[in-house]
């Protein structure tokens, strides 16, 4: 493998056949992809078609070693340029147990949003000591949880959470403050989280009030302040931005900022590396924060997406108006693709060193025009029973899966040498029917 620390690694020695853009492909594929004799894919090691065989399809798979080193780049390279630092995983991005447990392994701490991460969390084995509970809404009920289990830090949103707490602490419980940092991320507006009409946190000066309030009460323990300004944001300069902007909240002993770093999902985009973003966070924190502040990041998105394909079996080829090539997922476990606008792409990943001489529409079987999963995909003439591979859907695909037209939930597997492990079962119809018990039984 090429240079450890690049956002996106190309090893010279993998195939690049004329008549394909496989050469581009290694570059957003899983940094542990290959291609075998027989022109058959393989993701950490095995064989795409024998991993659909032996688990199915649709199918996350991820390359476990690529993930792991990928981590390691954000826990040691911030470690290295700020000591006084701490990682968190944002695990909205990827919550399933193996992902939390393999998150602590590796030496980050977790970001989690809600009731049912929090249990996530734990049932994976994660240290609360390590846990940081996020939301601009959260319940009484998810309160309680959080101090019962004994969360390191709850970021508060809002003066009514503030109320919650008074009614709620028994003993002294860490905070932090979201703040709004006022920076217009570029990028989708549903994944924009920092401009002053943003949903999350309060400004300036509503801030620096229930800082007052924090800071009066007996038993919050105020430490700093947090902000997020967005998702799948491909300019560092507008990190920077927002760590000179925090600045103005005042001087504290933490400052948390944020995630959102983009990933590389199409051939076209050009997407910072980790040094890159590193380097522009703690160049302007060094101007801009207090020395030896404790400083945290959150990257979620830019950990699991590359490490993340997801596998599907061709159900149905026509060649009409245009090339349809329809597979048997969809927006049912690719959201994204219809939520946000999110591009992809595509190999088929049985044929990969086979000429690619159409362009396809790659679509899901779920009933809406807007299950397309790739537009305009360079795919080698597809025919029924082939295997598309989904690249760079390591973030969000298993987070936003959903039922639509009675789906069921995909499996996930991790790769590693070779070897596969399965870590989420795939929902059976029994699954789908046991919450609808009370109307079965009536």
């Given at each position: 493998?090429?240079?450890?620390?690049?956002?996106?690694?190309?090893?010279?020695?993998?195939?690049?056949?004329?008549?394909?853009?496989?050469?581009?492909?290694?570059?957003?594929?899983?940094?542990e992809?290959?291609?075998?004799?027989?022109?058959?894919?393989?993701?950490?090691?095995?064989?795409?078609?024998?991993?659909?065989?032996?688990?199915?399809?649709?199918?996350?798979?991820?390359?476990?070693?690529?993930?792991?080193?990928?981590?390691r780049?954000?826990?040691?390279?911030?470690?290295?340029?700020?000591?006084?630092s701490?990682?968190?995983?944002?695990?909205?991005?990827?919550?399933?147990?193996?992902?939390?447990?393999?998150?602590?392994?590796?030496g980050?701490?977790?970001?989690?949003?809600?009731?049912?991460e929090?249990?996530?969390?734990?049932?994976?084995?994660?240290?609360?000591?390590?846990?940081?509970?996020?939301?601009?809404?959260?319940?009484?009920?998810?309160?309680?949880?959080?101090?019962?289990?004994?969360?390191?830090?709850?970021?508060?949103?809002?003066?009514?959470?503030?109320?919650?707490l008074?009614?709620?602490?028994?003993?002294?419980?860490?905070?932090?403050?979201?703040?709004?940092?006022?920076?217009?991320?570029?990028?989708?507006?549903?994944?924009?989280?920092?401009?002053?009409?943003?949903?999350?946190?309060?400004?300036?000066?509503?801030?620096?009030?229930?800082?007052?309030?924090?800071?009066?009460?007996?038993?919050?323990?105020?430490?700093?302040?947090?902000?997020?300004i967005?998702?799948?944001?491909?300019?560092?300069a507008?990190?920077?931005?927002?760590?000179?902007?925090?600045?103005?909240?005042?001087?504290?002993?933490?400052?948390?900022?944020?995630?959102?770093?983009?990933?590389?999902?199409?051939?076209?985009?050009?997407?910072?590396?980790v040094?890159?973003?590193?380097?522009?966070?703690?160049?302007?924190?060094?101007?801009?924060?207090?020395?030896?502040?404790?400083?945290?990041?959150?990257?979620?998105?830019?950990?699991?997406?590359?490490?993340?394909?997801?596998?599907?079996?061709?159900?149905?080829?026509?060649?009409?108006?245009?090339?349809?090539?329809?597979?048997?997922?969809?927006?049912?476990?690719?959201?994204?693709?219809?939520?946000?606008?999110?591009?992809?792409?595509?190999?088929?990943?049985?044929?990969?060193?086979?000429?690619?001489?159409?362009?396809?529409?790659?679509?899901?079987?779920?009933?809406?025009?807007?299950?397309?999963?790739?537009?305009?995909?360079?795919?080698?003439?597809?025919?029924?029973?082939?295997?598309?591979?989904?690249?760079?859907?390591?973030?969000?695909?298993?987070?936003?899966?959903?039922?639509?037209?009675?789906?069921?939930?995909?499996?996930?597997?991790?790769?590693?040498?070779?070897?596969?492990?399965?870590?989420?079962?795939?929902?059976?119809?029994?699954?789908l029917?046991?919450?609808?018990?009370?109307?079965?039984e009536?």
């Amino acid at each position: 493998m090429s240079d450890e620390h690049a956002g996106t690694t190309v090893d010279d020695a993998r195939p690049n056949p004329e008549g394909t853009r496989l050469g581009e492909l290694w570059s957003i594929l899983p940094e542990e992809s290959s291609v075998g004799p027989d022109g058959v894919l393989q993701i950490g090691g095995a064989p795409v078609t024998e991993l659909a065989q032996r688990f199915g399809t649709p199918l996350y798979v991820y390359d476990e070693t690529g993930l792991r080193r990928q981590i390691r780049r954000f826990v040691d390279g911030l470690r290295e340029r700020w000591p006084n630092s701490e990682v968190l995983f944002a695990s909205k991005s990827f919550p399933a147990v193996g992902m939390y447990r393999l998150a602590q392994e590796e030496g980050l701490s977790v970001d989690i949003a809600g009731g049912g991460e929090l249990r996530l969390a734990l049932a994976a084995g994660v240290d609360p000591a390590r846990l940081h509970f996020h939301g601009n809404a959260k319940s009484d009920a998810e309160l309680s949880m959080a101090l019962a289990a004994g969360v390191d830090t709850i970021i508060v949103d809002n003066e009514d959470e503030l109320d919650r707490l008074e009614r709620l602490l028994e003993r002294p419980q860490k905070l932090l403050l979201r703040v709004i940092p006022g920076v217009e991320a570029k990028t989708h507006a549903s994944q924009a989280t920092g401009g002053l009409d943003s949903k999350f946190g309060l400004p300036m000066d509503q801030a620096r009030r229930a800082i007052e309030r924090m800071r009066a009460h007996p038993l919050m323990e105020f430490e700093g302040v947090h902000l997020h300004i967005g998702s799948q944001i491909l300019d560092t300069a507008q990190f920077a931005e927002a760590v000179a902007k925090i600045s103005s909240a005042g001087s504290f002993s933490s400052y948390d900022v944020g995630g959102g770093l983009g990933v590389k999902y199409t051939y076209d985009e050009v997407a910072p590396g980790v040094d890159e973003y590193l380097d522009a966070i703690v160049t302007a924190a060094k101007a801009h924060l207090p020395e030896g502040a404790r400083l945290l990041i959150e990257p979620g998105r830019s950990i699991v997406a590359r490490a993340g394909v997801t596998l599907y079996e061709v159900t149905t080829v026509k060649r009409t108006g245009r090339v349809f090539v329809a597979v048997n997922g969809g927006l049912a476990d690719q959201l994204d693709a219809a939520l946000t606008g999110q591009r992809f792409e595509a190999v088929l990943g049985n044929r990969v060193l086979d000429p690619w001489t159409e362009t396809a529409q790659l679509v899901g079987r779920q009933c809406e025009s807007g299950d397309l999963l790739v537009d305009q995909a360079p795919l080698p003439a597809a025919r029924v029973g082939d295997l598309a591979v989904l690249a760079t859907t390591g973030a969000y695909g298993y987070t936003l899966a959903n039922n639509y037209n009675g789906a069921l939930k995909p499996a996930i597997v991790f790769v590693r040498n070779g070897e596969a492990r399965l870590v989420v079962r795939r929902e059976t119809y029994d699954d789908l029917l046991s919450t609808h018990a009370p109307a079965i039984e009536g």
